[in-house]
């Protein structure tokens, strides 16, 4: 017969983890939380990791989370440690993520009394949470209804859930207990099938505005890859009164799509900005990377803006009008029937400012000097198709969207905070949760605030890091800001620091590049089938970035 914590409360909650299928726990240390620690080993479904760094193993679960697209649970002690999740509870509240925070706390009598370890942990992350449970307050059967809602809500609902639980000593007391057999809950798969669809006569009125409109953009953010969805987007294109503008991170692709909107934007002339202007403007997916058209169409705002999601609609123009709560996929094999396509040069004015940009681009790349532009380039060819790629924020995300990114590769970024703090973290959840080759491109002062990642025990050896290290924050000079300052310094925290010494410590294979053939050559064995993963730190010249970066720019206009 197993044996159990003896605390209910831990038993409830392993109990209904098994119940939800939840099959991953992200563990880290304490003593508080030893009935959750007992009590997940004692589980034959569920698997139990275990990462110190509460930060660490919070973008770590989000990581699997992000690519199995189902939750992961995360155990931790009372006090500070519990708020270290919060820089990967905020990412999952905006990325849609499911996360299953749990948390050991003191009971209320010894919190605000002086006791170790203890903070007011109860409904912590109320601002960023889908919601918060906290046991230890109802009858046993109250409890586990609680603990079943808690969890329904982040797998249906796609967002992180608090449940703390406040235990008393003794800690580590077991029981045997004859096993229970824990029936599955079948919940309905997030599926079309099981989506309301929209009320036709309520979409009519839309549809029939797109009809008679001749300028219709389709802007489509961070999206996971999805065939229906590339199938939709390739029909909506044959429209010639619709632009599709994409971003990388969105994972469809066409050589009709506008992938790199800012390099459309930048060269606009005023008279060409107006033109650009769309009547209506449709947007689907994730946050938005691209500032320039952010910019743009909060100042010439659409007459309509459409937004699709099953959950939410951001007013990220400032123009709203309309939520189609349904998800994308629905939307458009609806939308199909009812709408027709509308003559228009629209589409093809833009496609042949494309093909303009891509000219310049190449001229200009064929004749760049060492520098991240190059590296950009370099890097995002090597990389072997199929591979997954995972992306720092900062220059990082913004200089691949200036690329036209293998169609094979699938694409991720932390968009929903953009934060640095938990980028190689994710990358290694998300290589963990994967067979195929990871890829992550960072910049160093991300690489070294998240080090700690290279200290979870389970990191692939097919995973490699390709850190552009330029010495600093390399954003902050291009911006204006920073540089009229004249506090660069506290912007760009420029340092001395490389990868090696790490690399060394955490087993990983280190390889350095300095200048084009440097890296050409060891791009050619980098992702080869090795021992342990690997990791190419690449030194650019941070006083060149910026002037490189600009001047490709300057080159774009006509
Ligand atoms: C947690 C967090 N702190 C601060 C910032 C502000 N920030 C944005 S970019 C950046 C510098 C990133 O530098 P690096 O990773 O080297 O990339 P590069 O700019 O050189 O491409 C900072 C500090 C942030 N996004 N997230």
């Known amino acids: 017969m197993p044996e159990l914590p003896k605390n209910i409360l831990a038993q409830l909650i392993v109990q209904n983890c098994e119940k939800y299928k939840i099959d991953t726990v992200v563990i880290s240390p304490g003593s508080r939380n030893a009935p959750l620690i007992i009590g997940f080993n004692k589980s034959v479904n569920i698997k139990t990791l275990s990462v110190v760094d509460e930060r660490s193993a919070a973008f770590f679960a989000l990581g699997i989370a992000q690519q199995k697209r189902q939750p992961v649970a995360l155990v931790c002690t009372s006090g500070s440690a519990l708020l270290n999740y919060y820089p990967a509870i905020a990412e999952a509240f905006y990325s849609n993520i499911p996360l299953i925070i749990i948390s050991a706390d003191r009971p209320k009598h010894l919190i605000d009394v002086g006791d170790g370890q203890t903070i007011r942990q109860e409904n912590v992350f109320d601002n960023h949470i889908l919601c918060n449970v906290n046991l230890g307050k109802k009858t046993v059967s109250l409890e586990d209804e609680i603990i079943d809602d808690a969890l329904r809500t982040a797998i249906t609902k796609m967002g992180p859930v608090h449940i703390n639980v406040p235990f008393d000593e003794p800690l580590y007391e077991k029981i045997v207990l004859e096993q229970q057999d824990i029936e599955a809950v079948q919940l309905e798969e997030n599926s079309l099938l099981n989506e309301k669809p929209l009320e036709v006569k309520e979409l009519e009125k839309y549809t029939d505005i797109w009809n008679l409109s001749t300028k219709k953009m389709v802007l489509v953010g961070e999206h996971y890859p999805d065939e229906l969805l590339q199938i939709q987007l390739e029909h909506l294109v044959k429209d010639p009164s619709v632009l599709v503008l994409i971003e990388n991170t969105a994972n ?70 309309h939520h189609f709560k349904v998800s994308p996929q629905l939307f458009f094999s609806q939308f199909f029937f009812l709408t027709k ?129 330029n010495g600093g924050g390399g954003i902050f000079r291009f911006l204006q800001g920073p540089k009229k300052s004249k506090l660069l310094d506290y912007f760009e925290t420029s340092h001395n620091l490389t990868a090696e010494h790490l690399s060394k410590m955490y087993n990983f294979e280190y390889y350095s590049a300095f200048n084009e053939d440097d890296l050409t050559k060891r791009l050619e064995k980098f992702y080869e089938l090795s021992k342990y993963p690997k990791i190419l730190e690449i030194f650019t010249p941070k006083e060149k970035n910026d002037q490189i970066l600009k001047a490709y720019f300057n080159n774009l206009i006509a």
């Not at 058209?293 to 100042?299: A, S, T």
């Not at 959840?429 to 160093?444: R, S």
Request: aromatic share 12%.
């Open 252 to 321: 469809v692709s066409h050589s009709k799509f506008i992938n790199s909107i800012d390099k459309l934007i930048f060269p606009m002339t005023d008279e060409r900005l107006e033109e650009f202007q769309p009547e209506i403007l449709l947007t689907l997916g994730g946050l938005i990377v691209s500032k320039k058209i952010k910019k743009y169409l909060r100042k010439n705002q659409p007459k309509h803006h459409w937004h699709i999601d099953i959950k939410r609609a951001f007013d990220t123009f400032h123009c709203l009008n």
């Open 341 to 469: 396509r509308c003559d228009s040069n629209y589409q093809q004015y833009w496609m042949d400012k494309k093909a303009f940009g891509i000219k310049r681009h190449m001229e200009f790349l064929n004749n760049c000097s060492f520098s991240d532009l190059k590296v950009f380039q370099i890097v995002l060819d090597s990389i072997p198709n199929n591979s997954q790629l995972q992306l720092s924020n900062s220059s990082v995300i913004r200089y691949s969207q200036l690329f036209n990114i293998n169609k094979t590769l699938r694409v991720f970024c932390n968009r929903g905070t953009s934060g640095i703090d938990g980028s190689t973290s994710t990358a290694i959840g998300a290589a963990y949760a994967v067979k195929e080759n990871t890829v992550f491109i960072t910049g160093d002062i991300s690489f070294f605030y998240d080090s700690n990642a290279l200290w979870i025990n389970y990191i692939p050896t097919n995973f490699r890091i390709i850190i552009v290290n």
